[in-house]
């Protein structure tokens, strides 16, 4: 997910903690105490290995529901 430039630690931790009860995600632990700035930006992810398009797409709606959320990436499938 992309949050926006403005988005906080604790706009990160809501949106981590809103969306990641979810049936087919997997949240991967939330980082909190790096000190590089990458690993910051981008310390909200979610597994999705198993994930049906319904799931997928529960995921995006919470995830959308969010003001510092900008977008999202949806997974690449490595299948093809």
């Given at each position: ?33 790096s000190k590089y700035l990458a690993t910051m930006q981008n310390n ?37």
């Amino acid at each position: 997910m992309v949050f926006k430039p403005d988005a906080t630690q604790a706009d990160h931790a809501r949106v981590y903690a809103a969306c990641k009860d979810l049936p087919g995600v997997s949240p991967e632990p939330l980082v909190t105490d790096s000190k590089y700035l990458a690993t910051m930006q981008n310390n909200v992810r979610y597994r999705v290995d198993h994930a049906s398009n319904y799931q997928l797409q529960q995921l995006y709606q919470c995830l959308g529901k969010d003001p510092s959320v900008a977008g999202y990436k949806p997974p690449v499938d490595q299948g093809q």
